[in-house]
């Protein structure tokens, strides 16, 4: 069956990975919010956030996280109040040098749209569409990107077969013409083959929790650049 469409997971596999502390990601927005209580608001940001992540992970994907939106409505923070808009800033600057393509992945995506593949996204984010369009934007990325999917807008996650479903019927492929990429074996692969789709793993991530190393993908692409090889090997399958 010919490859109508390639789909990407986000962080991990359009950038490289990257370890990051999630309680400095708060302070770094605490710090701004209410410096005299820091500490105590970050440590309860991400408490909060860690337990969105986990209900979202014990569903596999039935429930998903939601917007970050609600981390702060639940801590009572107005979210249209100048101060939370200008430590939402720092937030979003700490993350910045973790939200860089990967060096290969501008030539891999006009490879697969030269080929007439349409390329999708679907990344279990917390984050707004608008931070992830304006990274890819940043990136040039965003004109080879024909859909994108993002579960702070759904109320389903990787790897709920739901998830894939939303991004194949925006694409308007069948699972079997259509190719995931991910770096988890549990949210990515086992998800995405579950949801009858091929599947692409790139290997590079250290991973906290579920794995299941079960999980087979139909490929692993050790550079992002090994894609379009193995997407135009199984284009020539019968
Ligand atoms: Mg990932």
Redesign the pocket.
Known sequence: MAVRAVVF?????LTP?HDVDLTAQWYAYAQVYDPAEAASLARRLRDREEQLWQQQRASAGAVSTGALDSLFLAEGIDINDARHLRALGHYLDFWLPHTYADPDALDLLRGLKGRGCLVGVL??TMWPRSYHQEVFARDDLDAFIDVAVYSSELSVAKPHASAFGVVLQALAVRPEEAVFV???LW??IQGAREAGMRTIWIPH?TLPGREVPEARPDATAQRLQDILGIVERWDQLP
């Open positions: 997971d986000w962080g991990g596999t990975w990344s279990n991910g770096d988890r949210d990515d991530s």
